[in-house]
């Protein structure tokens, strides 16, 4: 029989109550953290209050946040923090507030919980040049977000193994508008025939602007995602795509703030989750 994780000490006087902060939730990378770390935390029978800051370099009101949950007597907290700007948010943080991170800054001295994006970058990769691509193109996120910088590395470390040198990167915001821009450009050359996106709705983007250059989807040009969002699978034809496990990203966090409250010690252990490839109908042996 499974056993309840324990609420806090009643020794201690704060609330069994978890604070989460959330960045740019409208986003399905952030959006599917929280609802991961809300779920678990329903399971738990813990409370959560939800505090969500827009923009990549929201410093100031991600410390008012802060400032906002700890002063209503939270009893740990958790913080999505996928871009640079969160290290100085963390600075915010009282001394002693048992604290998790998802996503966190590299080297953070906090436990954290991520998932590996430099291997998911590797895995896009290498599944294109499996298909007999003579290179890889790569449509990156923003440079803000350290998860973007990783995929790229990841990119960048098959295309070295392979032998392969890596093409110019093209930069987007995450969003199908800007795919739609980058794919325009890569449209127009002809040795483009495998593009690796940062996240599907880039990759969606880079689909409609080959699709209107007459550039057909996988017969002329192969198009690997990342994230899979729940759209992926129902495109036409069906998006291959790295999917992250967001279920177990938030049962991780919240089973290392438990520990940390059931100790009542801080900690720095950190998870590390394996990528997924979701292979479909966007990648075809090249021609």
Not at 62 to 69: G, K, P, Q, T, Y
Not at 220 to 233: I, K, L, N, T, Y
Not at 234 to 246: A, D, H, K, M, S
């Amino acid at each position: 029989m499974q056993t309840r994780p324990a609420p806090p000490s009643s020794r201690d006087r704060r609330t069994p109550v978890i604070g989460v902060i959330a960045q740019n939730t409208t986003l399905y990378g952030p959006a599917g953290m929280v609802q991961a770390i809300g779920d678990a935390s329903l399971d738990a029978d813990l409370p959560v209050t939800i505090g969500h800051v827009s923009g990549y370099d929201a410093v100031a009101a991600s410390r008012r946040l802060v400032r906002r949950l700890t002063g209503q007597g939270i009893a740990g907290l958790i913080v999505i923090a996928p871009v640079d700007a969160a290290a100085e948010m963390l600075e915010a943080v009282p001394a002693g507030l048992p604290v998790v991170t998802v996503d966190g800054p590299p080297g953070c001295p906090t436990s954290n919980v991520s998932v590996d994006q430099h291997a998911g970058g590797v895995l896009a990769t290498r599944h294109l040049l499996a298909n007999g691509h003579r290179t890889v193109w790569h449509v990156a996120g923003p440079e803000q977000w350290h998860g973007s910088r990783a995929r790229e590395a990841g990119w960048r470390a098959a295309l070295a193994e392979a032998g392969v040198p890596a093409p110019p990167t093209v930069r987007a915001d995450w969003s199908a508008a800007s795919g739609y821009r980058c794919g325009r450009l890569l449209a127009e050359n002809p040795s483009c025939t495998a593009v690796f996106a940062a996240n599907d709705d880039i990759a969606l983007g880079v689909m409609r602007a080959m699709a209107e250059s007459g550039r057909r989807i996988p017969d002329d040009v192969s198009v690997v995602g990342f994230d899979d969002v729940p759209e992926a699978g129902y495109t036409c034809p069906g998006l291959t795509t790295v999917r992250q496990e967001f279920a177990e990203v938030g049962r991780e966090a919240l089973r290392l703030l438990l520990d940390q409250l059931g100790s009542g010690r801080p900690a720095t252990e950190s998870v590390r989750l394996e990528p997924v490839l979701m292979p479909r109908g966007t990648v075809s042996p090249a021609g």
